[in-house]
């Protein structure tokens, strides 16, 4: 049984529908990357539909993420809890932490061979899911 730790997320019945948004905006990402040959975009839409594949299976599961500090860690540690896979929780933060120097610090650039290899690896979470 996976534990929702009340600080990042909370109950909520979510509506099939909802759930059906979610993973529309989380495939809609997916696309993006799929579809770019801009080498930052491919990067950060795959990064962002995984996020998104998380916050989508985790309302599957009755729980609103919270947006506090932290939170994109939890949704990483659910979404590999929910596939089984604990290369989910290892490459997305890795991915999480590759954003953040790049957003945060403006000093970090993914590789096109890095980028290529993240959307593969996004898009086996994406099979998982089976959605």
């Not at 534990?3 to 509506?15: G, V």
């Not at 495939?27 to 975009?41: F, M, Q």
């Not at 659910?78 to 290892?90: A, G, P, R, T, Y």
Request: glycine share 6%; no cysteine; net charge positive.
């Amino acid at each position: 049984m996976i534990n929702f730790e009340s600080q990042y997320f909370q109950k909520l019945a979510f509506k099939e529908k909802q759930i059906n948004q979610f993973l529309n905006s989380a495939l809609h990402d997916l696309r993006i990357a799929e579809e770019s040959n801009i080498t930052d975009v491919i990067f950060k839409f795959s990064y962002d539909a995984l996020i998104k594949l998380g916050i989508a299976l985790i309302a599957k599961k009755g729980r609103k993420v919270r947006s506090v500090t932290g939170h994109h860690v939890k949704i990483l540690e659910k979404l590999s809890q929910l596939l089984k896979d604990e290369d989910v929780l290892v490459l997305g933060n890795k991915m999480r932490q590759e954003r953040n120097v790049n957003l945060y610090d403006g000093g970090f650039f993914v590789g096109d061979k890095d980028s290529l290899e993240y959307l593969k690896f996004v898009k086996g979470a994406f099979k998982k899911a089976v959605i």
